[in-house]
């Protein structure tokens, strides 16, 4: 007898990555932690949380929250992720994250240092 | 000037969708106003809304509701969708779509007739 | 006995399609079937076949050859689709389809009509 | 003036990763370098390349081929990744990562020690 989950489960439930990013993350400077981090915020914001806690964050690593908040801190003095104040509908503000620095330097390569041909 | 949405806004509203949905729904006696229909239904249930209203689903068809009740139910009829109870955390119960029956139709080939080799 | 395919055959052949497409097509005036053949191309793209051949799309919709070709025609025509002429590594040129209009009209709307606030 | 990527490239070229590896890689003793690893032949082998060279491997990692050769010992021994024969439609023999037994892991929880809810 067999216990799989679902099938819909599996399927309804997956997150999506730019391949540039998989690919360039160590010549952007990044370390494998820096990037599950970066990834962990990507699957937050695209689950409809934009501002995960510093304990949900860290749950997701293997590290603890002093080093977490260290390299939260680092990504955006690297320029990879920012913080912003976000309006919703209902006129409340609150802070969100947002990787859109990290994903232009991966598509706008021209502003940045050229990224060379795909796939490397 | 450039007026693009953010890569952000981009990257964190996509759906994934089985090859197999793609290379077999005509195979399976479906067409393509019905194929358009169960992946809406798979986008809104990837969402989190487990039971878009006729309402809902009509607004994304080119459909009127009748229509798209009548597909609904054809949809079922040929078990391609179920209709299932859910408990939700709060013991509360509301139903659910669940396309687990076309998943099955595609993964478990043998129990059907014997889905050919992929991409057809 | 279970005879589902291996997980990693349902997981590494999958496709990704924005939601704005799915959500705005019919406001596009791209009716079902229309979309499943700009979905199927953008399938095409993706696993690397750039240029799929009218046989090709056809066996991938429930319609007929000439049926297909006039919708191409259509797709080009109303500016969702064109056919570029690329040159591969070793300087032979090919023509292949390139949905970069269709992306443009989702995610860059200013430029058309505004496309309205997301999940209407 | 603005130098993207046309978005095409950006969509066509993405991986697909369930959120499940990502929510219980640490729970299934795997670290940041171990799980970046199995994303990459992951994205190998949707990519259609199922057996990348150690030299590709590193290359994709901030390691080297001594560590990463270790790495991919480790995975195999934890049951996470596994080699198999393949043979092609020319009936040469060649070898093939699996990552079935990861996802098996993962999504047959009865069979190992019980995956707990979603979402953590």
Same mark, same amino acid.
């Given at each position: 007898?067999?216990?799989?989950?679902?099938?819909?489960?599996?399927?309804?439930?997956?997150?999506?990555?730019?391949?540039? *990013? +998989?690919? &360039?993350?160590?010549?952007? /400077?990044?370390?494998? @932690? $820096?990037?599950?981090?970066?990834? #962990?915020?990507?699957? =937050?914001?695209?689950?409809?949380?934009?501002?995960?806690?510093?304990?949900?964050?860290?749950?997701?690593?293997?590290?603890?929250?002093?080093?977490?908040?260290? *390299? +939260?801190? &680092?990504?955006?003095?690297? /320029?990879?992720?920012? @913080? $912003?104040?976000?309006?919703?509908? #209902?006129?409340?503000? =609150?802070?969100?994250?947002?990787?859109?620095?990290?994903?232009?330097?991966?598509?706008?390569?021209?502003?940045?240092?050229?990224?060379?041909?795909?796939?490397?």
């Amino acid at each position: 007898m067999t216990n799989s989950l679902p099938f819909q489960h599996i399927l309804a439930n997956q997150v999506v990555i730019p391949n540039l *990013l +998989l690919q &360039k993350y160590n010549k952007l /400077g990044l370390d494998e @932690i $820096e990037l599950v981090l970066l990834i #962990q915020i990507h699957r =937050s914001i695209s689950n409809g949380n934009y501002f995960p806690t510093l304990q949900e964050l860290t749950s997701m690593l293997t590290t603890d929250e002093q080093t977490c908040s260290r *390299l +939260l801190r &680092k990504l955006i003095q690297k /320029g990879f992720l920012k @913080i $912003e104040r976000q309006e919703n509908s #209902q006129e409340q503000w =609150s802070e969100a994250y947002s990787l859109e620095p990290l994903w232009e330097k991966l598509f706008e390569p021209v502003k940045e240092e050229r990224v060379q041909n795909e796939d490397g």
